[in-house]
């Protein structure tokens, strides 16, 4: 099948869609469209928001692809938006590619009106830092499948991933595409299966829209590379047997494993995750030899990731009586603050047991090791004022206020906020960044989809 026109059609759209924005836009697919499209109320979240599912087509195989798995990842519910709609208008497409769809925009509606705020842009590092949420790894939908590892015992999902183990146990999915998307950086892919064929044609997806492939480290050093910018989909097992591996200690993991690595217990489905960067700067493929070796770049990474958390752990210190439980934006804060005091361990004995990394590192490899992992760390820091902007909040609903937290709070949060406008700065000198198109992102995205999907339906 040429998808090519299926590829090129997607607008220019300007802004990400709100979670009542997305309601809406479903809703009305499924009037225009009442013989092809069905909405249904998967599940609800956790805030009781209803969270909608498409049915498209009716073809002999099943496909699921949900967006939002992490709530500050829009572009795959934009890739959604588009191609639902392709599907219901273009016959020939969905007929093609026989598969019936199952397709929810948003799978964490609370978390994704968390992030509104820079939905709309300026897109810059400074509005997405100061606006982003992410929650801890037990309250992320992608990472609170249920496992049974080892010491690992997990079995508390949360309402929103309870409604995808029961969509994946009752339709059996031959193809899952969990839409994910990276912040900073290059085009990169997860898939569950090792499948060669593809691989030239996903990475020319991204090269088509002048896109760069991330060509520096991968996510996490127990990552399996398949081939250059394409990586095998990691399980909480593998995570569990690094740590346990290079600290020599029992892992203090509190989450699940991932949708991609429960499907896979359900039926035999291969998952796609395509990842894709809001901001790209083009030495994150620079494969020239730099001046330091790989060792030095990754041990320098985690000097300056110690020296960030330990900084921002020292903001908190100020302020942690005051925290409420349910103030979500302290939670994931902390745990990195954790992970980096007791994990940074594990990743220099890592690099320091590697005999490869004596050797002179990529430039992408040292972007990715100093610059980029600079644009993520911020990320913490703009958690860190929102944690504060909620108690502030908080307060000034309360009848009785707390005087001397409130001055703590204030004080705090104004040292943040000079903290993250000074080191928003630094960052827009330091990186040469554009903010990529959506309607680029979407491409890929689109098309990536349609290239496994085509691929599963043709040899399986």
Known sequence: MNFQSVVTNVPDYKAFLTVDEMDESCRKLANEFPDLVTVFEAGKSRKGHSILCMKIGDGPR????????HPNEPIGAMT?????RALAENDELREGLGFKWYMIKCIDPDGVRLNENWFKGPFNVYTYTKN???PIGYEQVEWTFPIDYKELHFHNPLPETQALMTLIQEIKPEFMYSLHNAGFGGAYWYITHDLPELYESLRDSAIKQGIPLNLGEPEEPFITKF???IFKNMTIAEAYDFIEKFSGEKPNIKNGTSSSDYASSVADCVTLLTELPYFFDSRIEDLSEGEITRKEAILQGVKQSQAHFARLDMLLTEVRPYICEENPFVKLVEEVIQYIREGSEAKINWAESNPEFEKNASMAEIFDNLQAAKFYNGLYLGLTVR??????????QQKNKE???MSKLMETCEKGEQFLKEYCENLECE???????IQKLVRIQVESGLLVANYIRENR
């Not at 959604?80 to 639902?84: A, T």
């Open 431 to 437: 990186l040469d960044y554009t903010a990529i198109p």
């Open 80 to 84: 959604l938006e588009y191609f639902s």
């Open 387 to 396: 944690t504060c902007e909620y108690e502030i909040e908080r307060l000034r």
């Open 132 to 134: 982003y949420f992410r």
């Open 403 to 405: 005087e001397i937290a």
């Open 227 to 229: 081939s250059p910018a």
């Open 62 to 69: 099943n496909a699921l692809c949900f967006a939002c798995p």
